[in-house]
């Protein structure tokens, strides 16, 4: 089981991730309150060990941007966590080899198979809010997830230390889940928490599925 810690976007935040090993960080390109310019980002994916594989996340970028950003090796994986068509990522295939998740905000289980039939490498499942395309803090009724899935996806939504088992647990026999993404659920006071994050990478690296 993989996990993946979103929003990092302070030396310090790195700091943390170089010490506690996850497998995946997140940087966020979209209009949030955890957004990084591409310089910034640039700046702290030197500093990030190689081994834990970078994410952009965008919403409804220019392809041409998104594509840009890969192409100079400051992300490794595309995220697109908007309106993204399957138009819009036959040509982003076309001007990048990065894997591309695509995120589905979840209201019911046919949000999860319509987005499933899209040429992506994975899915990304989500909370849906109104107005909000992600970060919401919120999780979703994880018993909405199709056990028939095509598609590996990471489970994402309002995940922390104290509900993170119970979410592996519902989800073990719903497609395959490959990993976790959590961000407010290791952060205190809107920063990143050294120690939360290391409980818990500590837990969904030694779950195993039952």
């Not at 592996?168 to 497609?175: A, F, Q």
Request: a negative charge; one cysteine or more.
């Amino acid at each position: 089981m993989k996990i993946k810690i979103c929003g990092i976007r302070r030396e310090e935040d790195v700091r943390y991730l170089n010490e506690t090993m996850p497998d995946y960080a997140g940087f966020i390109f979209a209009d949030t309150k955890r957004k990084v310019t591409e310089d910034q980002a640039a700046l702290l994916r030197r500093e990030l060990d190689p081994r834990i594989q970078a994410f952009g996340v965008f919403v409804n970028a220019p392809e041409e941007a998104v594509a840009a950003i890969a192409g100079k090796g400051t992300i490794d994986v595309i995220q697109l966590h908007g309106d993204e068509t399957e138009e819009y990522i036959r040509a982003l295939r076309g001007m990048t080899e990065a894997p591309i998740i695509k995120a589905v905000r979840v209201k019911n289980p046919e949000d999860i198979l319509l987005t499933d039939r899209l040429p992506v490498d994975y899915l990304l499942l989500d909370t849906y809010h109104r107005g909000q395309y992600g970060g919401t803090g919120e999780t979703f009724s994880w018993e909405l997830i199709p056990e028939e899935l095509k598609h590996s996806y990471l489970l994402a939504g309002g995940i922390e230390a104290g509900n993170i088992r119970q979410a592996l647990s519902t989800v073990k026999d719903k497609g395959c889940c490959i990993g976790i993404d959590v961000s407010g659920g290791v952060e205190t006071n809107g920063v990143k928490d050294k120690e939360k994050i290391k409980k818990i990478i500590e837990i969904v690296h030694s779950y195993r599925m039952p």
